[in-house]
């Protein structure tokens, strides 16, 4: 049912529309709450500034949660996509990840559709300027314009608009991401509330045109035949048969030589530029003087569009003047007459020190405010998105006056970022790697809806229908699992010969159906084929059966280290604990606690720089009860 307010008077107000925006907004309308949604400019809305692409290690496996959760990311890029891969499929199920290139103004333009036609969502188009906070709780804002909103809660994701500023080789100026306007005052009135900012920076490379390409002369990274999806929701029959390629290339010494013989000209090395840039994405000074004995570097060649002919120079960020870029162009194999569109360059602007942060999102300083995105240090829009659904999930769950709504590192790839930041707060732009989840074998891309689809349908966020689908998807999963320990697979010399086909010892005796698909290039389908006997016609339930037999003491075990964590949870910190009044424990320690003000064992124990001496010490004083004894 949509509400009825005053014109000003909103439930949850949402401030920039990129990706992060965009989730927190439809999140917070669809869950009932009447929402405004602002941003500078609506020719930005969910706008890919950086790569058109979305996915990718640990990336693509946000985009299948936030689809799990009810959120929008995966069906728009299955709407948008012109190239579908997965990648890491020579590997194990921990580390394959789905990405896919997107026509990224398709993209923008059916995120914009989506928005303008939820009920309870109002766009606008307007800067704000100051926050209305009165006796530490975020009550509205106020734009460039002078208009006041009211809402319940309020959720900032400004992304690099906060203050940005440009830079393309001795020339910078202040500007948001693709020369829109920065948001200037809103970060002035965020350091007078209190807030501790620090300055980032992220760059994009340069935009070539397709018809000055030499193709011939690189080599073709072609889409999937099999149909992949990032939604549960998007059907295999919709899959899209004539997807257009990616080429890949290379750097070369005289690539480097004109790099090297430039470098007083790279804000990144003369200095103009302060903020920390990311680790994991450098531009290509950075990684020509950080890998000097490397000969080469990859470069791929992204299409944007379907009808564009600006082609994407991915891995050659560079903040280089336009004239030695096109010198660093013409060096490389395929690119020698590549006309310049767009001029890569590099982007300061404000973040806030994620540890500010509960792990709803909501600051710890300004109750009912939420942040999301990479005004929280973070990098890349999947990040942004998951963060934004987790925040406009919270603003409209506060706005309904409800408990929060968190998720843990053992649950999902987002509840993992979102501890990371603010548990261990982050010193440069913050990337999400399969290597930061320790529960990564059960964090699968495969498997999110069975993680979290119950809690998108208990927030109201998935849809009755979706609902009844996934149950009867759970339902299969389970009569395919008891059918391959019930049928068993007798040593026939079909089988034998099959095993020996593939190079496995042969069978001395019948085994359940189950041990014969623990080999490894035994799959559900051979089961079927060699006994006679149905266990499951979908891809999905095959997929499922296999990873579980196959890697069942893996999973085990890391179920076990999850029950441990769970225990560690369980061992809550009071808010108001005096780390001051605990003897024995180390500086830096009683420092961190009291910065960071863990709320239990498990996330006291993750905080860098916190030693096994400092958790006995605190474990020991919150279990006997001598916090209690202190303050009574």
Not at 83 to 99: C, E, H, Y
Not at 175 to 182: I, K, Y
Not at 495 to 515: F, M, N, P, R, T
Not at 518 to 531: C, F, Q, S
């Amino acid at each position: 049912m949509i509400k009825s307010y005053d014109s000003n008077d909103y439930d949850v107000i949402v401030v920039g529309a990129g990706h992060a925006g965009s989730e927190a907004a439809l999140a917070s309308a669809r869950m009932g709450q009447k929402t405004l949604l602002l941003t500078i400019s609506l020719d930005m809305v969910a706008f890919m500034p950086c790569n058109p692409s979305v996915g990718g290690p640990a990336k693509g496996t946000v985009v299948r949660e936030i689809d799990a959760l009810g959120g929008q990311m995966g069906k728009n890029i299955d709407a948008t996509y012109i190239q579908m891969r997965m990648l890491n499929t020579g590997k194990g199920p921990a580390v394959r990840a789905l990405r896919a290139q997107a026509d990224k103004w398709q993209y923008h333009e059916q995120m914009k559709k989506v928005i303008e036609e939820t009920p309870n969502l109002t766009l606008r188009q307007a800067t704000v300027d100051e926050l209305i906070v009165e006796d530490g709780v975020c009550k509205g804002l106020i734009t460039n314009t002078g208009a006041k909103y009211h809402a319940k809660s309020v959720v900032l994701t400004t992304g690099t608009s906060a203050r940005g500023r440009i830079f393309i080789g001795e020339l910078n100026y202040s500007s948001g991401p693709n020369n829109t306007v920065p948001a200037i005052k809103l970060s002035e009135n965020l350091e007078k509330l209190g807030f501790k900012l620090r300055r980032f920076k992220t760059g994009t490379p340069p935009r070539v045109n397709s018809n000055t390409i030499d193709y011939s002369k690189t080599e073709e990274e072609p889409g999937d035949k099999v149909p992949r999806h990032f939604s549960y929701e998007t059907k295999d029959e919709d899959y899209l048969k004539n997807q257009v390629s990616c080429w890949m290339t290379y750097t070369n010494k005289t690539t480097h030589k004109i790099i090297n013989q430039n470098l007083t000209r790279s804000p990144m090395f003369s200095g103009e530029i302060k903020g920390v840039g990311p680790r994991y994405c450098p531009s290509i000074e950075t990684k020509v003087v950080r890998f000097a004995d490397k000969p080469r570097h990859q470069i791929f060649l992204e299409p944007e569009g379907k009808n564009t002919k600006e082609v994407y120079v991915g891995d050659f960020s560079t903040s280089m003047p336009e004239e030695i870029q096109l010198k660093m162009l013409h060096s490389v194999a395929g690119l020698e007459n590549a006309e310049l569109m767009r001029p890569g360059y590099a982007i300061e602007y404000d973040v806030i020190d994620p540890w500010q942060l509960k792990h709803t999102l909501e600051t710890k300083n300004i109750k009912n405010l939420f942040t999301a995105g990479q005004m929280n240090g973070t990098s890349g829009y999947e990040e942004a998105a998951g963060q934004g659904l987790i925040a406009g999930i919270n603003a409209a769950l506060r706005a309904a006056g409800q408990p929060g709504f968190t998720l843990g590192r053992d649950e999902a790839y987002i509840g993992v970022l979102i501890d990371d930041l603010v548990t261990k707060g982050t010193e440069e732009p913050y990337r999400l790697l399969t290597s930061r989840a320790e529960y990564r074998l059960i964090l699968r891309h495969d498997n999110a809806d069975l993680r979290l689809t119950d809690y998108g349908f208990q927030l109201g966020l998935i849809s009755e229908e979706r609902y009844s689908q996934f149950l009867a998807k759970k339902e299969q999963i389970a009569q395919a699992a008891n059918a391959v320990k019930k049928i068993t697979v007798h040593p026939t010399k079909e089988v034998q010969d099959y095993l020996a086909s593939i190079g496995e010892d042969k069978l001395k005796a019948g085994v359940k159906a189950d041990v014969f698909l623990r080999r490894p290039k035994v799959r559900v389908a051979d089961i079927e084929r060699l006994t006679g006997m149905p266990i499951s016609n979908e891809r999905y339930v095959r997929e499922q059966i296999e990873i579980n037999v196959k890697y069942a003491g893996y999973i085990k075990k890391e179920q076990q280290q999850i029950n441990k964590l769970h225990r560690q949870e369980a061992k809550k910190i009071p808010a108001d604990i005096d780390y001051n009044v605990i003897d024995g424990l180390a500086t830096e320690a009683r420092e961190k606690f009291a910065k960071i003000r863990p709320e239990t064992i498990a996330q006291a124990e993750r905080i860098s720089g916190v030693n096994p001496a400092d958790m006995a010490i605190l474990s020991v004083y919150v279990q006997n009860g001598r916090y209690a004894k202190i303050h009574k």
